[in-house]
């Protein structure tokens, strides 16, 4: 078969992904093509308009690197990270899920209940508390939490490149035998996503801010349960109803509690005014789901 026009080209490409090597592929192969083919249908677009659209994409992966991911910044701005979270996670009583973002890193440093995860930086004290249980709610003891934030300046470590003294404001902790976890940091701000590239541009071109509300991620493992990837909100924050990524919900919502001088949550004695954050988690029961290993003992 050949020349193919404008209503002949779909279906000879379609055509040509019978011999698909699995039935999945076959599947979104199709779909992938119909749906592209049906978006260039109607927006008609110019040859120039077609190359700035493959210039666009190729400036996006060129922007990638070990500390940012602006495929992902994409796909979180465009609304399809949460479109995908949605699909894949149910809300029976268990905590809601929100996007992992773009700056996860693996292998942030292991910690002990209580310590303080800032490495130092300054800010204005929060101590995070909480706990994880099962939907039944029964603690879940040695439940391994990844947690990471930005600073009062709206920046994840790695976005300080010229800061010494490696990651901060992120860690990973183990749930006591109560299913308990504590640790202190720095309160973190709003900030805007990584606006100075491809992404950025779009932004603007669509009348868009980049602002994300103030959170602390958590990612959330324990044997015999759904692995939980989620933030908690600040409430009061300015952006929750204009999230950039379009993340938030009502129940990840907390405030910041400020607190005077004297006893913290976890029996330290302070000698200034510190923030508190609380969060209960629930896990999604999944016996297939083996936790990841943590050679780090609660305390």
């Known amino acids: 078969m050949r020349n193919f ?10 055509g040509r992904l019978t011999g698909a090597s699995d039935p999945r592929i076959m599947e979104i192969s199709a779909a992938l093509v119909r749906h592209l083919h049906a978006f260039v249908s109607e927006v008609r677009p110019t040859v120039a308009e077609w190359q700035a659209g493959i210039a666009f994409l190729t400036e996006t992966g060129r922007m990638c690197s070990d500390t940012r991911q602006e495929f992902v910044l994409l796909s979180d701005t465009l609304g399809v990270s949460m479109l995908v979270d949605a699909i894949n ?53 040695g439940a391994l939490v990844d947690v990471w ?7 994840y470590d790695v976005q300080q490149l010229d800061r010494a003294g490696g990651l901060a404001m992120r860690a990973r902790l183990v749930t006591g035998v109560d299913g308990g976890f504590r640790f202190w940091t720095i309160k973190p701000a709003a900030y805007p996503v990584p606006h100075d590239g491809p992404v950025g541009r779009m932004l603007q ?9 103030a959170h602390v991620h958590f ?8 692995q939980l990837i989620t933030h908690i909100f600040a409430e009061g924050d300015p952006y929750l109803n204009s999230d950039v990524v379009f993340g938030v919900k009502d129940s990840l919502i907390r ?10 949550p976890d029996g330290s004695d302070r000698s200034s005014g510190f923030f508190h954050l609380h969060y209960d988690f629930a896990l999604e029961r999944d016996p297939e789901c083996r936790q990841a290993d943590l050679k780090v003992a609660a305390r």
Do not use: C
């Open 5 to 14: 026009d404008e209503t002949t080209i779909t279906e000879a490409v379609l």
């Open 89 to 141: 996670h149910s809300t029976r009583g268990t905590t809601e899920s929100t996007v992992l973002g773009p700056f996860y890193v693996e292998g942030a440093p292991t910690m002990f209940n209580g310590d303080d995860i800032s490495a130092g930086l300054a800010g204005e004290p929060l101590i995070v508390t909480g706990s994880v249980r099962g939907g039944d709610g029964a603690p879940v003891a």
């Open 149 to 155: 934030h930005s600073d009062g300046g709206g920046f």
């Open 205 to 213: 071109k669509q009348g868009r801010h980049p602002w994300r509300p």
């Open 219 to 226: 990612m959330i493992q324990a044997a015999g349960y759904a």
């Open 255 to 264: 405030p910041f509690v400020a607190m005077a001088a004297g006893a913290a």
